[in-house]
């Protein structure tokens, strides 16, 4: 059974550092691996989708990679900025042949914090 | 645009009804997603369906139910058998296996 772990829980930075996000995952199975933002009470925004044959993926000040051999994700913030504080989430994609979608497993998040 | 709608946002139930939470796409995806979100415990999948008329359970089935009669549409129904339906709900949906999920914006239920 997957599981998908993200360290650090809770991350506090000055505004304009550059932060990293680490997501790991036990199954290197995956189809793909998402990465979302979640704001207090909102739904998810989805980030960055890297696909298994991507190394990875880059979105304004995001860059997210992908290593499938390691079982990690890395969600890399540039610059980072007040707006920036929210949760974010990763969740690896697993396949079944008869469906139409796959079937995510998520992380338990990264509380980010960036202080002006 | 297209997307996902929730309804309602906040959603308040008394011991022993069963409540309706809705999720209508517009986005003209086949694949639809419930899942729970419960403070430290991340997303658990409670049912999902590929096509009109086909759903299938999640991790945690018990007590929901949902019905997928078109495909704009994954109701999910909150019985008097789930014992702590106290939580964030959310819907999502997929055009399929390359692409990323879409999330609609959340209901939030609470038991009174």
């Known amino acids: 059974k997957q599981e998908v772990t993200q360290i650090p829980a809770a991350l506090s930075v000055p505004e304009g550092e550059n932060l990293v996000l680490n997501c790991s995952f036990t199954?290197?199975?995956?189809?793909?691996l998402q990465w979302f933002r979640q704001d207090p009470g909102k739904g998810l925004t989805s980030l960055l989708l890297i696909q298994s044959s991507q190394r990875e993926q880059t979105s304004g000040r995001l860059n997210a990679s992908l290593d499938k051999s390691s079982g990690r994700s890395t969600l890399y913030i540039a610059a980072s900025q007040p707006g920036d504080s929210a949760t974010y989430l990763c969740?690896?994609?697993?396949?079944?042949?008869?469906?139409?979608?796959?079937?995510?497993?998520f992380g338990g998040g990264t509380r980010l914090m960036v202080k002006p | 645009d297209g997307g996902i709608t929730q309804s309602p946002k906040y959603l308040f139930r008394k011991e022993g009804q069963n409540v309706t939470l809705s999720c209508e796409q517009n986005l003209n995806h086949d694949a639809m997603y419930w899942y729970r979100q419960d403070p430290g415990q991340g997303l658990r999948l409670i049912y999902y369906s590929q096509i009109v008329n086909d759903f299938q359970k999640g991790d945690i089935a018990e007590g929901y139910s949902v019905s997928r009669e078109k495909k704009e549409s994954f109701p999910l129904t909150v019985t008097s058998a789930q014992k702590n339906p106290t939580a964030f709900y959310l819907c999502a949906s997929t055009a399929g296996k390359i692409y990323g999920y879409t999330f609609g914006s959340g209901t939030r239920l609470t038991v009174v």
């Open positions: 969740a690896a994609a697993r396949t079944n042949p008869n469906n139409a979608g796959n079937m995510l497993t």
């Open positions: 199954d290197s199975a995956i189809y793909n």
